[in-house]
């Protein structure tokens, strides 16, 4: 390229950027780009709208386009675009840390920041061996997942993870995991918390007997899994799984990434059940989706154990990003929380939630459909597989739905609906009429 080129001379030379969990010699080959977007609606390159179902990749939860963030972000650039947060501070860092502890659930009040879900994973996960190891337990390393679990991309997050195809190509740490909660013969459209499987947290009992709790550093669990199609946890199963933890000095970490700012109707999943684990991370909707952060939320207890441990002047977790606590994305996360307060809109789903539970459980007749599951504002939808051709009817119903006006994602044959908080019950109406129509017109 010469200096006369312009960068993008030419957008729609698709070959350069390599799409990250996107079948990239397909999606080139018939290309969906979405260029613009405001409040409930993405535009396309084309001129059309399309109604956002899915808060973007979980994350847009105050809608596309907010002003105030915007100038929030504007302002910031031009007081403090960049500074360090090693053995430096500069005061938005600490003032976005103090609001998100006010709102956090109650005792998980020290933040770490990072730059997104898969950081936050890794870096509780760090968290969690250094304050065993602080507390002279530093055997106290293994990490304990569950089967279906998604918890971004690095390395300690797929060890933890469930999903082969994220963790088949890659060598992973020394974890183990315990069963799924998915049981479609007892559990099948359910509707909220299915009724059957608390005693699936047992299986964490089997495995302490089986490599000693005093080589476990600690469990993660998405609260509601979120990547794998919506799985609502058991009644009563978290609380086990925290009782089970205490019993053994293992620390319990809920992945928050997708339930947390609002998703559930509460602050956080961990308030939604009444369950508080030792560390919680999040990262999506913590700046609306407009620039990338994420902050993992540390008790007292394992912070302390960790900041009060070594000498007096030395570094006490050797860990962190060069944009930990970034200007202009606290600036950003600040705006976000502000929205979020004066809207309502971290528990506005508990008005909306009776809605959605009937407007997306209309569905149950609709041919295919083998399962719906929901909770808040999340629903996932299963459809048989198209014999032969497993993930199809999936694909199928994203593009049909794109076609029709409307963004939903689809995972294999599963289609998870997340709208941004904002929705009106008019919208979750189209949504799902939508949806019924193009399930209706699939081979
Ligand atoms: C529960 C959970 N944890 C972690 C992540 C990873 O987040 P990121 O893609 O920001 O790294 C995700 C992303 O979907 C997630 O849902």
């Known amino acids: 390229m010469d200096d006369a080129t312009p960068v993008l001379a030419n957008t729609t030379d698709l070959a350069a950027f390599w799409m990250p969990f996107t079948a990239n010699r397909q999606f080139k080959a018939a290309p969906r780009l979405l260029a613009s977007a405001s409040g409930m609606y993405y535009r396309t390159e084309d001129g059309r709208e399309v109604l956002d179902g899915t808060s973007g990749l979980w994350c847009v939860n105050a809608g596309h386009g907010r002003i105030d963030i915007a100038d929030a972000v ?3 650039l031009m007081t403090l675009d960049y500074a360090p947060t090693f053995q430096m501070g500069h005061p938005i860092v600490f ?10 659930p109650t005792g998980l009040d020290r933040i770490f920041f990072t730059n997104s879900g898969s950081e936050s994973v890794d870096t509780a996960l760090k968290m969690a061996m250094a304050y065993h190891r602080a ?3 530093g055997q106290r390393t293994r990490i304990i997942g569950r089967e279906k679990g998604y918890h971004g991309v690095g390395f300690g ?5 469930g999903l082969v195809n994220n963790r088949r190509t890659f060598v992973t740490l020394p974890a183990d995991h315990i069963r799924h909660t998915h049981d479609m013969a007892r559990n099948a459209f359910s509707r909220g918390l299915p009724t059957h499987g ?12 089986l490599h000693g709790a005093e080589t476990i550093a600690a469990m993660i669990v998405e609260p509601v899994a979120g990547s794998t199609g ?7 199963y978290l609380e086990r799984l925290r009782a089970i933890c205490d019993a053994h000095g293992i620390l319990l970490i809920f992945d928050e990434v997708i339930t947390g700012f609002g998703r559930l109707g509460s602050n956080f999943a961990a308030d939604h059940f009444g369950v508080t684990p030792d560390l919680m991370t999040s990262a999506k909707a913590i700046t609306n989706g407009v620039l990338p ?3 993992v939320f540390a008790s007292r207890a394992v912070h302390d154990a960790i900041v009060q441990a070594g000498p007096e002047g030395a570094i006490e977790f050797f860990h962190g990003y060069t944009y930990s606590g970034h200007p202009v994305a606290c600036a950003a996360g600040l705006a976000t929380l502000e929205i979020y307060r004066r809207e309502g809109l971290l528990t506005r789903v508990g008005d909306l939630a009776a809605d959605w539970e009937t407007a997306v459980h209309g569905l149950a007749d609709a041919p295919h459909v083998t399962d719906i599951r929901n909770i808040g504002l999340m629903a996932g939808i299963d459809l048989a597989p198209r014999p032969g051709a497993p993930g199809a009817r999936g694909y199928d119903v994203l593009l049909g739905m794109l076609e029709a006006g409307v963004l939903v994602r689809a995972t294999g044959d599963t289609i998870a609906l997340s709208p941004p908080l904002i929705v009106s019950v008019g919208e979750i109406g189209r949504i799902v009429e939508t949806l019924r129509k193009v399930i209706s017109n699939l081979t």
């Open 135 to 137: 507390r002279g337990q």
């Open 95 to 104: 003032d976005f840390a103090t609001a998100l502890a006010k709102i956090a």
């Open 198 to 209: 608390a005693e699936r947290a047992d299986d964490l009992e089997q495995i302490i007997a």
């Open 293 to 295: 952060m994420g902050a």
């Open 74 to 76: 504007h302002k910031q």
């Open 230 to 236: 919506v799985l609502p946890p058991p009644v009563g």
């Open 157 to 161: 997050g797929i060890s933890v993870g």
